[in-house]
Structure formats: structure tokens, C-alpha cells
């Protein structure tokens, strides 16, 4: 694989070589070539690499599926690259199903707790956003984060232009086997972002409990321009960090 020089970038096919633009805007060229899909379905040879095909197909579902769940999030706290990011996640719980065999492995028997401290937006980090303590209060019924006393304008490093901001608790109850999922959220009113200290903010969501579901508690901060009491976006979602701060 070869990056493309020079003024002029081409896409498309040119004898035995493939020209396209990578997800991160870089013009590439590679040569065609490759083991055919029908050897590599039917070959002994190739047994590991159906097997591996298969694990990424089901890391590729349930990251999808997951991203679903938090579609909300995804809305307002996505860097671009989230999809893949989720995914690489994904295929290490995946990997670690413990009971499965190689090829078989799947999803909902791996360790879900490798998703905790997942960033929805690799650009902006939520422990590099929020410069106050956070702690994370988690018991058989409930999930409680509480951010202690702070002053918005110092302690938050919020997206150029903004003016307010909300902080939203966001559960994900998720089943992978029926492929089915609810959320619900906690979140607080819109806060002028002032040089003045605020009160601790806390936010509670339950554990409903039903069975064959995972619960995913993410934590989301929203930064918007306020115009006479109407809430607008600001246009770099990536600006708005959230992250997975518990699973059960």
C-alpha cells in the first residue's frame, strides 16, 4: 500500500492498481490481487482466517448495535471515527468469551467490563473536559456520578463559543441475543457557563434488572449557544465528550 504524490488524486481502478480516499481523507494506491473469496471459504488452509472472518462479523453487530443504543450520544458526541473505534472494542470482548470455542465466540459471554472508560469522541477526552472530580457511586439498585462544587469557566475546557452547557447521565439496557435495547436519561438544566462557583451536580439512574440485559451508564457533556432562551448546537459535536463510567 502506497500514499498518493503530487497535485493530482485519483480514485478508481487503472490496470492492476486501486486508487481511493482512506477514512482519513488520504489519497491511497494498492495493487488488486488476493486469495479469492471462494478459496478462502472452502481451503483447510484458510480454517483460522474463516474462523477470524466470523469473530469480526460479530464484533462488527454488536458494536453497531451498541451504537444504536446510545444513538443519542452519538448524535452529539462523535469525533468520526466512532464506528471503528467501538468495533476494535467490541473484538476484544469478543475474544474474550471464555467458554466458546475459536470462530464461535461471541459478544454478550465476554467481559463487558472492557467497555468501561470508552470515549465516544476520540477528540474530546471527558477527564480532559471536566478539571473537577468525579465520582462514580454504583450499588445493586442504581448508579449514581456526582461532580463535585466547580466554576464553569475555569474547571470546564469547553468548545470556542459557547455560552451553556448540560451534563447528562444516559443508561443503555441492552440484550444481544434478542437484539433489542431502552435507554433512559438523567440530565440537568441548561448552565450558564459563569466565572461564579455552582453546586455539585448529581444524577441517578436505576438498574431495572430484567434479565438477558446489560446496562450501559454513560456520562455526556453538551456544550450549546443560548439566543434569547433558544438552544442551539454548536456545529463541532466533537467538542462534546461522554464516556461508558459503568456496566452491569
Not at 46 to 72: D, G, I, P, Y
Not at 136 to 144: F, Q
Not at 200 to 211: F, H, I, M, N, R
Not at 222 to 232: A, I, M, P, R, S
Amino acid at each position: 500500500m502506497a500514499k498518493q504524490a503530487g497535485y493530482i488524486k485519483l480514485e478508481g481502478t487503472m490496470g492492476d492498481l486501486t486508487f481511493y480516499k482512506n477514512r482519513d481523507g488520504k489519497f491511497i494506491a494498492r495493487r488488486k490481487g488476493g486469495v479469492s473469496k471462494k478459496r478462502i471459504q472452502n481451503d483447510p488452509r484458510f480454517q483460522r482466517t474463516r474462523e477470524n472472518l466470523k469473530e469480526f462479523a460479530v464484533a462488527a453487530s454488536s458494536a453497531k448495535f451498541l451504537k444504536n443504543a446510545f444513538r443519542e450520544i452519538e448524535l452529539k458526541s462523535n469525533g468520526g471515527k466512532l464506528h471503528n473505534r467501538l468495533y476494535s472494542n467490541a473484538m476484544k470482548v469478543v475474544k474474550s468469551d471464555p467458554v466458546s470455542p475459536r470462530g464461535e465466540r461471541k459478544f454478550e459471554l465476554g467481559n463487558m467490563d472492557l467497555l468501561k472508560g470508552f470515549e465516544f469522541s476520540e477528540k474530546s477526552v471527558l477527564r480532559n473536559v471536566l478539571k473537577v472530580n468525579l465520582d462514580v457511586i454504583e450499588d445493586a439498585a442504581s448508579v449514581t456520578v456526582t461532580i463535585e462544587e466547580l466554576v464553569p469557566s475555569k474547571y470546564l475546557v469547553y468548545a470556542q463559543g459557547s455560552t451553556y452547557y448540560r451534563i447528562s447521565l444516559i443508561r443503555a439496557g441492552v440484550d444481544f441475543t434478542l437484539q433489542s435495547y431502552d435507554t433512559e436519561t438523567a440530565s440537568t438544566p441548561a448552565m450558564e457557563i459563569v466565572n461564579v462557583s455552582v453546586p455539585e451536580v448529581s444524577l441517578t439512574l436505576p438498574k431495572p434488572g430484567v434479565a438477558g440485559k446489560k446496562y450501559f451508564f454513560a456520562l455526556a457533556i453538551e456544550f450549546f449557544l443560548d439566543v434569547n432562551g433558544d438552544q442551539y448546537d454548536m456545529n463541532d459535536i466533537s467538542q462534546n465528550p461522554a464516556a461508558i463510567l459503568a456496566v452491569s
